[in-house]
């Protein structure tokens, strides 16, 4: 669905590049994460694939259209949730979307029903400009819906909403994918992106320093640990176990046998530790 | 359909906004004071204040020749406010002035003095002829201080028999004029129309720009152009209804509305186009005020020339507000001089398109700026 080739890309047009010999595809149906910390060139990608920025060097394929010559018709077939909310203030939800819907020349969704979908119920009539600023980037989130795009491009979108909203609106993003409807994902939120995401990249400085699915890399960079916390002489402890080494394995089996347990769980690393160990920076 | 779509939703966020009724306010506003404080013709009567020292008997017979010249042949009494006191003087209103005569010669330079009027004192002489002292600002031309010292020089002979025979012809009998009130509502429907549309439509689009909605339009399907003209119409409409709203009372039927609704469409596209070429530069309304601003105000200067007449440079011309304003004249005069005027809209309409494809090119590389 996106064929990313050497893609390089200056603000200045000098040899400072922001983006640097860019490399990737994204299979139809999956969720490709893009992760990395501020300023590390996911926006610029993004921008670059969905028009917003012209492709300066290398290649790049959207949806079957060539962002070279970029056809207008490409965006018949994608949708676009940006980090910053950007809705008409001084029209209505429901105006916001019923504009939105009538630039298409696709069949497109009724307003109310993604309102609905995105928990704006009853609010279809009120200023987007009185909306709270969760409100306005679910309507933003909601906007992106409504030609049924088969490319979908998220950028940070449940950054700012209350847990339960980002819930939802996760459930929204894999029922889509069910639907069979590919994502790029932006985001520097590494639980979002080991939740939804198949496979992810890393890119730090401008540069792809890795792609994989979450499950290989944290097999191939986590280390397989068990947390067990039990009762010995009457106090609580805590050890934590190698599930690899033998005479890890030996002494947990010991503690299980001789000991009243209170809890144990297995302790992979998460993706942020191990995006830290593969490119030896933090997220932030 | 969606450029209609478009127009439709500008439309309603102008009308949700404070801008278009600005320009609204001020055509009602603008009404307002052509209707109830701008009179049909300004005043042009000079005030002229006079002392007669002169025995009672000559000072009747100057006032009757003075009053030969009324416009009623009558005096009226009326009260001058004079060193803080209030005085009965008599006034005589002619064509092209207002004599008021005083009690004193204190009085007639207290006025000049004080209240920075003409003043004159006529003093009748022991040779039963009349003396002339002026009383002037010192500011008056060395022509004007001439000109009263031969004022009551008596003609020579000669010169009076060729000045009665000169034949004065004149080219043109037909010449039609509008009031002092009608002559100022061209530079009006400029100002209020074209000039208003070029600040406003740019303000729209720094708007669009803060509130970021102009990156979600660059992913759809629509095209650029159909963008920025939705914005253009909503300027159309916003000029045509305060422009129709300020011309229909005080014009009544005289110009032909048909003929001003061609100007004033391809004038307020023209402006707007100029507007949104102007913005696409800048990234603010702050930063493109000083470019808004010196086009404003270059737009301005043949407002002097239109009024002046005497000054009219050849480059004036060129500034397209002096077309403008040219064309409404020959609209508000109701001559049907429609070839002048669709020359001008025509002229209007092809630079406009010019600059409007220039500002696509631009939007289509810098929409997200």
Redesign the interface.
């Known amino acids: 669905m996106i064929k990313v080739k050497n893609l390089s890309h200056s603000y200045n047009k000098d040899e400072k590049y922001q983006v640097k010999n860019i490399n990737f595809e994204v299979k139809k149906g999956e969720i490709f994460g893009f992760l990395g910390p501020s300023g590390a060139g996911k926006s610029t990608v993004q921008?670059i694939l969905?028009?917003?920025?012209?492709l300066q060097e290398g290649e790049a394929v959207v949806a079957d259209y060539d962002i070279k010559n970029i056809s207008?018709?490409?965006?018949?077939k994608?949708g676009?949730s940006?980090e910053?909310?950007?809705?008409?203030?001084?029209?209505t939800a429901k105006?916001n979307l019923d504009?939105?819907s009538?630039?298409?020349?696709v069949k497109t969704v009724d307003s109310n029903e993604l309102l609905n979908l995105v928990g704006l119920e009853g609010k279809e009539n009120v200023?987007a400009g009185e909306f709270s600023k969760g409100m306005k980037h679910r309507l933003?989130f909601a906007?992106s819906m409504i030609n049924e795009p088969e490319l979908w491009f998220l950028d940070e979108p449940t950054t700012g909403l209350d847990p339960s909203i980002a819930a939802d609106i996760k459930e929204i993003i894999k029922t889509k994918n069910n639907d069979g409807v590919t994502i790029f994902l932006t985001t520097h939120n590494m639980f979002i992106a080991d939740e939804l995401c198949d496979r992810v990249a890393f890119i730090v400085d401008g540069e792809i320093k890795l792609i994989d699915s979450p499950e290989n890399l944290k097999l191939q960079y986590g280390e397989q640990l068990v947390e067990v916390e039990y009762i010995e002489n009457n106090e609580t402890k805590i050890k934590t176990f190698s599930t690899v080494f033998p005479e890890d394995k030996k002494a947990l089996q010991t503690v299980i046998d001789q000991h009243e347990i209170k809890t144990m769980h297995t302790k992979e690393a998460t993706l942020e530790e191990i995006f830290i160990k593969v490119t030896g920076r933090g997220l932030v | 359909m969606k450029l209609f779509s478009s127009f439709v939703k500008e439309l309603k966020i102008a009308s949700r906004g404070f801008y278009f009724y600005i320009d609204i306010f001020m055509a009602v506003l603008i009404l307002a004071v052509f209707l109830f404080v701008v009179p049909d013709d300004f005043e042009n009567k000079t005030d002229e204040y006079l002392y007669l020292d002169m025995p009672e008997d000559a000072s009747e017979i100057y006032l009757e020749t003075i009053q030969e010249e009324t416009i009623d042949g009558k005096a009226e009494s009326v009260t001058l406010e004079i060193k803080d006191q209030d005085k009965e003087v008599e006034l005589y209103t002619t064509d092209s002035k207002e004599i008021f005569i005083l009690n004193s010669q204190e009085d007639a330079r207290y006025m000049a003095e004080e209240e920075q009027e003409i003043s004159a004192v006529i003093a009748m002489n022991d040779e039963g002829t009349f003396d002339y002292t002026y009383y002037l600002q010192g500011y008056e031309s060395d022509k004007y201080k001439n000109l009263l010292e031969i004022f009551h020089v008596e003609p020579n002979e000669n010169v009076q028999e060729f000045v009665d025979n000169q034949e004065v012809r004149a080219l043109s009998t037909n010449v039609e004029t509008l009031s002092d009130k009608e002559s100022i509502l061209p530079t009006v429907l400029v100002f209020n129309g074209a000039l208003m549309g070029l600040f406003i439509i740019a303000a729209y689009i720094f708007l669009d720009k803060q509130e970021g909605v102009i990156k979600a339009y660059a992913v759809s399907p629509s095209p650029v152009w159909q963008y920025l003209l939705s914005k253009v119409g909503v300027l159309m409409v916003t000029t045509l209804v305060s422009s129709y709203l300020v011309v229909i009372p005080l014009m009544r039927l005289q110009p032909d509305y048909l003929l001003m609704l061609v100007l004033l469409v391809t004038t307020a596209f023209f402006a707007s186009s100029l507007g949104l070429l102007i913005a696409s530069f800048y990234s603010n309304i702050m930063q493109a005020f000083g470019a808004l601003y010196i086009v404003m105000m270059l737009m301005i200067v043949p407002s002097v020339a239109f009024f002046i007449p005497s000054w009219s440079p050849a480059w004036i011309s060129f500034i397209p507000s002096y077309p403008m304003m040219e064309g409404f004249r020959s609209i508000l005069l109701g001559n049907n001089d429609w070839p002048y005027v669709l020359t001008v809209s025509g002229i209007f309409l092809v630079v406009g398109s010019a600059i409007f494809a220039l500002s696509n090119y631009r939007y289509k590389k810098t929409l997200i700026g």
């Open positions: 921008n969905t028009g917003l920025l012209q207008k018709e490409m965006f018949n994608i676009m940006f910053q909310s950007n809705v008409y203030s001084k029209l105006e504009f939105y009538k630039l298409f020349d200023k933003t906007r």
